[in-house]
């Protein structure tokens, strides 16, 4: 391909046009108002407290939860180090909580790219991969690529691991090996032992390439068992010494107890994730993965069917073991939008060239305008559908009460809301809100989390969970100070007489 290749002779000839498109493309979907919606629950707002707290007292080892060792969030502390860094530079709150996987998820495209560019001669081919990437739901998502989250980072360091151990099957150069050991460490101190999961698809490929054994007679491939042993072991050595009972926590949160049974109520069929990627995360390109792997396999370069092979073994294995656990959450699949996007991007690449080559039209129209108009023309509404999505970012219709409140301490932390508030009230897990009223805290503001039957007289209280509101209105004299959707801030006259 490398040869006859119409598109690489225009990436040589032009060096800065892909990369240019790279960066206009990528920029958009990641970046543009990453910081408006507020922190979400659960994940997100617990990492916000670990790098909040890991700013204030030091501690880079134990992350902590509201002043205690985090024995929930098990997680090494890769991501929150970088979060901690920016909260630090440019002051806690969304954007230093997002930008980390924001940059991953650049990143993890640029990566791509190159990758597809070097190894088969096919620049345009990895920057149609970017754009399948950038345009599924699924990785375009609050829990991936703009979120506080581990998993934008996680997937780009078990990316690039692969890749990189796929170019020393290319190369042959024992660097190679190094920095997939490298990566892998990296990947590991990010989501502990999800980075380890694409082992096996990659073993299946070096079984394949016949390279198993000259992998194993390499000293860069025990130098780099080393070094993963000593940092990653290290680590946890470290953390069970200062914080005892952390190894146990991480058995029974991120090994056994995880992939033997569904923690939390996170279960699901079988085909739990492929249905996700059909129905909702991978639309609209899903269908031409087979397509790409039908092509990539049949396709005359053998690097082209290398590259497919990877893809295959390493994606399919990766599928079937986290359909196997216990446990299925629907942000387990997010390693796989790299691998599927890039078989997509076969699909679409064959026929792109075969426009190119085959004497069809005349070579003005074909080799000009045809082939990028129906490129522009099949990308163009997943991408302005992307792009709107960012542009107006929306809670879920099923979330906008639980978010309530959170959208209204947010615009109290920015500056835009002046009411005053004393007391926040609420009965769920409400971490995000939290960490609100710790930033209003530490500001200097007069305002805590109280329960409900602790309201005292002259305080206002804010509340927007329907329960909770309606023990405050039946149980204390109140004044309505102010209604912003279900937001309700009260003024405590008085207890009702008889009140608990």
């Known amino acids: 391909m490398s040869n006859t290749d119409p598109i690489l002779k225009l990436f040589k000839t032009n060096a800065w046009l892909v990369p240019a498109l790279f960066v206009v493309m990528a920029c958009f979907p990641l970046f543009m108002h990453l910081d408006v919606l507020p922190i979400r629950i659960w994940d997100e707002s617990r990492q916000a407290w670990n790098a909040f707290e890991m700013w204030q007292n030091g501690n880079y080892l134990v992350t902590y939860f509201q002043g205690a060792p985090d024995m929930w969030s098990t997680k090494p502390p890769l991501l929150i180090w970088c979060q901690a860094l920016l909260f630090g530079l440019i002051g806690p709150g969304e954007l230093a909580l997002r930008l980390p996987s924001a940059v991953a998820a650049l990143l993890t495209g640029w990566f791509l790219l190159r990758t597809v560019a070097r190894n088969l001669g096919a620049s345009w081919m990895g920057l149609i991969a970017c754009a399948v990437l950038y345009t599924n739901q699924g990785y375009i998502n609050m829990h991936v690529a703009r979120s506080g989250d581990y998993d934008a980072m996680l997937v780009l360091f078990m990316s690039l691991s692969a890749w990189a151990l796929y170019r020393w099957t290319v190369d042959g150069r024992p660097r190679q090996v190094l920095f997939f050991f490298i990566l892998l460490t990296l990947g590991v101190l990010t989501k502990s032992v999800q980075a380890l999961l694409f082992l096996p698809g990659l073993f299946l490929f070096l079984l394949f390439e016949k390279k198993v054994i000259t992998l194993f007679r390499l000293r860069q491939t025990y130098f780099g068992l080393l070094l993963f042993v000593l940092v990653v072991g290290g680590f946890y050595a470290l953390r069970e010494s200062a914080n005892p009972g952390y190894l146990e926590a991480v058995w029974m949160n991120e090994l056994g107890g995880r992939y033997?049974?569904?923690?939390?109520?996170?279960?699901?069929p079988w085909n739990y994730y492929v249905s996700m990627l059909i129905e909702h995360h991978f639309v609209p390109w899903w269908w031409l993965v087979p397509c790409g792997i039908v092509l990539g396999f049949a396709h005359r370069n053998p690097e082209m069917r290398r590259w497919t092979l990877?893809?295959?073994?390493?994606?399919?294995?990766?599928?079937?073991?986290?359909?196997?656990?216990?446990?299925?959450?629907?942000?387990?699949?997010?390693?796989?939008?790299?691998?599927?996007?890039?078989?997509?991007?076969?699909?679409?690449?064959?026929?792109?060239?075969?426009l190119q080559s085959e004497n069809l039209f005349t070579p003005q129209l074909r080799g000009r305008v045809l082939p990028y108009l129906l490129l522009f023309l099949g990308f163009v509404g997943p991408y302005s559908s992307t792009v709107g999505r960012m542009y107006f970012p929306k809670e879920w219709a099923w979330d906008e009460e639980r978010y309530a409140g959170t959208k209204f301490l947010q615009s109290m932390v920015r500056g835009t809301e002046h009411t005053q508030v004393d007391a926040v009230c609420y009965d769920d897990y409400n971490a995000q809100n939290a960490?609100?009223?710790?930033?209003?805290?530490?500001?200097?503001?007069?305002?805590?989390?109280?329960?409900?039957?602790?309201?005292?007289?002259?305080?206002?209280?804010?509340?927007?969970?329907?329960?909770?509101?309606?023990?405050?209105?039946?149980?204390?004299?109140?004044?309505?100070?102010?209604?912003?959707g279900p937001v309700r801030i009260y003024l405590i006259i008085g207890e009702h007489n008889g009140a608990p």
């Open 260 to 268: 033997g049974d569904a923690l939390e109520g996170h279960h699901g």
């Open 310 to 354: 990877l893809l295959v073994c390493v994606g399919s294995a990766y599928l079937f073991i986290m359909s196997s656990a216990g446990t299925k959450l629907e942000w387990y699949e997010a390693p796989l939008f790299p691998i599927l996007s890039a078989l997509a991007a076969i699909a679409i690449y064959v026929p792109f060239v075969w």
């Open 435 to 484: 960490f609100y009223v710790k930033l209003l805290q530490d500001r200097g503001e007069r305002i805590d989390c109280i329960a409900k039957p602790d309201l005292t007289t002259g305080q206002r209280a804010m509340a927007w969970e329907p329960f909770v509101k309606g023990y405050i209105e039946s149980h204390y004299t109140v004044d309505l100070v102010k209604e912003d």
